[in-house]
């Protein structure tokens, strides 16, 4: 079976997928462009940044797996693996703390402006007393907008250095809130109005495209800083551009609309070039213990499906299937004793949506679920019943 490996990834992780029995190509040069020949025989495909489009799904019949070496999948069009039947997973909660880490840095940033010393110092210019102008993040309220595994990172951090921690997701609770130690915004505008400063934890989807609209930029009081270590995407790049150059909103970004595929590239940003921005190279998850992190749980994923057929992280499995019904069969352990069985299925023109079979001690008993688009009729399940020498039992019962 053979794996490709279309970004970088640790040496020793390699050597672990390897010790699976797979056939490892190792080919972070690949560009998305070329990756649906890359993949062409690939049966597992493991990527960091790199776009995985419908083509990629096209032209490679034996992919059975691919997995984000991240937290998200928007670089995958998960709908055309889906079509294809291939397993798409990602490595959640495994760079939280890394790019947690980037978006207090950040916060900092903004709140001293460090990046400005440093070039100010670097420039030959002393400036004291400009530099000395910093209200401070003791006491300042913090908004979160996702309180996800990285947002509860941030949430840790900003608590620790006496902030006022205010939360908003479609999903938090008030209990989980106050578990949590933060409070809980019924809205992201009324979160908005209520702190200094906004960081962003929502993953990119077509329901949070665009979601800090216009109107929750204007919420943000003058003068607020706004924290993007989550996508472009989630922001309306329009407002914050006239916002920014205004001197309404001051912006601490490692995410910027139309980034460079690729590490190395000329990179034009006009929201880059503005004073009140501090940009990063979209490294958050970009340190030696986030990557290792997660290159061991690509590992884990790999080899689940190796050798159980399981895939932990799946976000393309259906949470519920088209059936209606559910089989029980309890049956001897014999060959063609479920092939009769779903002949019979098949016979009545009912589809099978799943079916888990298990075998029990001594091999001489099973029990099958199979779960069916319809009811059977009653004179099927007689049938099936019927067949003493293979059937123990049979029930059948509306799911």
């Not at 020793?12 to 190792?26: S, T």
């Not at 620790?160 to 809205?187: C, H, I, N, Q, Y």
């Not at 990063?280 to 970009?286: K, L, V, Y």
């Not at 050798?307 to 393309?316: A, F, L, Y």
Request: glycine share 8%.
């Amino acid at each position: 079976m053979k794996l490709l490996v279309a970004d970088a990834f640790p040496q020793d992780r390699l050597a672990d997928l390897a010790a699976l029995g797979l056939q490892v190509d190792h080919r972070p040069e690949v560009s998305a462009a070329e990756l649906p020949s890359a993949a062409a025989d690939a049966s597992i495909l493991v990527v960091r940044s790199k776009q995985v489009s419908a083509e990629v799904f096209d032209a490679a019949p034996a992919l059975s797996l691919v997995v984000r070496a991240g937290a998200g999948v928007n670089t995958i069009d998960v709908a055309a693996a889906s079509q294809r039947g291939v397993y798409v997973a990602s490595c959640p909660g495994q760079n939280a703390i890394a790019v947690a880490e980037l978006a207090i840095g950040l916060l900092l940033a903004l709140d001293r402006r460090i990046p400005d010393n440093v070039a100010e110092l670097r420039a030959g210019r002393w400036d004291k007393r400009r530099f000395s102008e910093a209200a401070g993040l003791h006491g300042r309220a913090l908004g979160l907008a996702g309180l996800g595994a990285i947002g509860r990172e941030v949430a840790t951090r900003a608590l620790a250095f006496g902030m006022r921690v205010v939360a908003w997701s479609r999903s938090l609770t008030d209990a989980r809130a106050k578990a949590l130690g933060v409070e809980r915004a019924p809205a992201l505008v009324a979160l908005a109005r209520e702190v200094d400063a906004l960081s962003l934890h929502l993953p990119s989807t077509s329901e949070t495209r665009g979601v800090v609209s216009r109107e929750v930029l204007l919420a943000l009081r003058p003068g607020a800083l706004l924290v993007n270590t989550a996508r472009a995407e989630l922001v309306d790049q329009d407002a914050l551009l006239e916002l920014v150059r205004a001197g309404r909103l001051r912006l601490g970004t490692d995410v910027f609309a139309g980034e460079p595929e690729k590490g190395r590239a000329e990179f034009r940003s006009e929201l880059a070039q503005l004073p009140g921005v501090y940009g990063t190279h979209h490294i958050g998850a970009s340190t030696a213990q986030a990557q290792d992190a997660i290159a061991r749980e690509t590992v884990r994923i790999v080899e689940s499906f190796v050798r159980t057929g399981e895939v932990p992280g799946c976000v393309n499995v259906a949470r519920k299937t088209p059936a209606r019904a559910r089989l029980i069969v309890r049956h001897y352990d014999r060959v063609g004793v479920l092939a009769n069985v779903l002949a019979r299925i098949r016979e009545a023109g009912i589809n099978v949506e799943a079916i888990h079979n298990t075998i029990f001690e001594q091999a001489h008993a099973a029990s099958c679920a199979i779960d069916l688009g319809r009811r059977p009729p009653d004179a099927l399940l007689e049938q099936i019943r019927a067949r003493r020498d293979e059937v123990m039992f049979l029930d059948c019962f509306d799911v």
